[in-house]
């Protein structure tokens, strides 16, 4: 005789259909997060496996910074850089920090009746956030962050099946993340170590010739300026090594305030007026006034670095340009470029410029420098939201461009 199947049973069998979908597309998205060794690429992958896998509108992840401890933003489905970094989550008084603190899961099914809800978020991002799951990331048994899934699709309930599957995410996602670090940290030394050997080995040369009883002054005063030099080189790469490593990590935080970047190119023209005068290049500056929002003191290292390429890398008797304008595509935020009339860079060497320790061939062994500035420089804008190019022609010169945010008052 033949069972009829009832719509108990038919439902059943499609949540576990679907249960069943969901834990096979985590198992793929888990073998993604293991094969990708960029941390910026995971954070937008894990990101984008939240949303799908818990039918929500939007996700973020928090990290915990090792060195003050702080939660911050670090990745979102719709925030800049520059803002996500505008807001440090506090420990006590947020969800986030709960989950942080306690290491468990929490579910708010309605954020205006729970005391836990930091809405100074909101309020910033200018966002409604109705609902949302909470989750802590823990590798090798210590929590390094948050994973929240935020808004409910068409506000459906959420189920316990969201609470495990965002877990099972979080927990493979900080170790991806874990990994990707140390992955980055051991190349980075690795890096760090063929760098220095150069300066060392000359150092050492050095210290073996003035060892030598029957030197001749002349050329123990030549080497001694050897010396001096390469102690400079060392100190400018000790220098470039931890800028680079606490931008790469994240250490680094902006201090934001709203200036005139007109005056800010002003006044680092002012700095290498010398450097220019030395090989007759004259400084220009165009634009307007116009207010920024952002690390003044870290803006100013990025103006210094690309001035004293476009002097280092130009023709005697050039010229250097400065241009501060609005940007076109975006009137939010403000377009900074600096143009040289030095002899240009091919297109082969164009796609490497912002590489670590790159430096154009031609130009290595007559021009002073690290091979870092450039990628330093590059990794400040992108910390405000910005982005960093160049436009260049063999015989024509080359422009550096950066965006930085526009401050309201410029509006």
């Given at each position: 005789m033949l069972r009829m199947t009832s719509y108990s049973d038919e439902n059943t069998i499609r949540n576990y259909l679907q249960l069943m979908s969901r834990y096979e597309r985590l198992m793929e998205i888990s073998r993604q997060l293991n094969s990708t060794l960029d941390v910026m690429t995971l954070l937008s992958q894990i990101i984008s496996a939240a949303t799908e896998l818990t039918n929500t509108e939007q996700a973020s992840i928090l990290l915990i910074e090792p060195n003050t401890g702080e939660l911050r933003f670090t990745a979102s489905s719709n925030l800049s850089a520059g803002a996500m970094e505008s807001v440090p989550v506090p420990m006590d008084g947020s969800l986030a920090g709960w989950v942080a603190t306690h290491g468990e899961p929490v579910l708010v099914e309605d954020?205006?009746?729970?005391?836990?809800?930091?809405?100074?978020?909101?309020?910033?991002?200018?966002?409604?956030?109705?609902?949302?799951?909470?989750?802590?990331?823990?590798?090798?048994?210590?929590?390094?962050?948050?994973v929240e899934a935020i808004n409910k699709v068409d506000d459906e309930p959420w189920t316990e099946d969201d609470v495990n599957t965002l877990s099972t995410l979080a927990g493979q996602a900080a170790i991806a993340i874990e990994n990707a670090r140390l992955f980055q940290q051991s190349d980075f030394i690795a890096e760090m170590v063929h760098e220095l050997r150069t300066p060392l080995a000359a150092l050492k040369a050095s210290t073996s010739l003035l060892l030598r009883p029957q030197l001749e002054e002349d050329r123990r005063t030549d080497i001694i300026k050897t010396m001096q030099s390469e102690t400079d080189r060392l100190s400018r790469l000790a220098t470039d090594f931890l800028d680079l490593a606490?931008?790469?990590?994240?250490?680094?935080?902006?201090?934001?305030?709203?200036?005139?970047?007109?005056?800010?190119?002003?006044?680092?023209?002012?700095?290498?007026?010398?450097?220019?005068?030395?090989?007759?290049?004259?400084?220009?500056?165009?634009?307007?006034?116009?207010?920024?929002?952002?690390?003044?003191?870290?803006?100013?290292?990025?103006?210094?670095?690309?001035?004293?390429?476009?002097?280092?890398y130009n023709n005697d008797n050039g010229d250097i340009h400065v241009q501060i304008e609005e940007d076109d595509a975006d009137p939010t935020l403000i377009r900074i470029g600096v143009r040289d009339t030095g002899p240009g860079i091919s297109e082969e060497h164009q796609q490497r410029m912002f590489e670590k320790f790159f430096r154009i061939p031609s130009t290595s062994q007559t021009v002073q420098g690290t091979g870092l500035g450039l990628v330093i420089a590059k990794r400040i804008v992108e910390a405000h939201g910005g982005t960093m190019w160049l436009e260049s022609e063999l015989g024509e010169g080359t422009t550096f461009f950066f965006t930085v945010p526009k401050a309201a008052q410029s509006s």
């Open positions: 954020t205006r009746n729970e005391k836990r809800f930091f809405s100074q978020a909101d309020q910033v991002f200018n966002f409604n956030t109705r609902n949302l799951l909470g989750v802590p990331m823990t590798a090798r048994g210590r929590i390094i962050g948050v606490r931008l790469e990590s994240g250490r680094t935080r902006l201090e934001r305030s709203e200036f005139d970047i007109y005056a800010l190119a002003s006044e680092s023209l002012e700095v290498v007026r010398h450097q220019a005068d030395e090989r007759n290049i004259s400084l220009n500056i165009d634009g307007e006034t116009l207010h920024c929002l952002g690390d003044r003191s870290k803006l100013k290292q990025v103006l210094l670095n690309l001035l004293t390429n476009a002097i280092k």
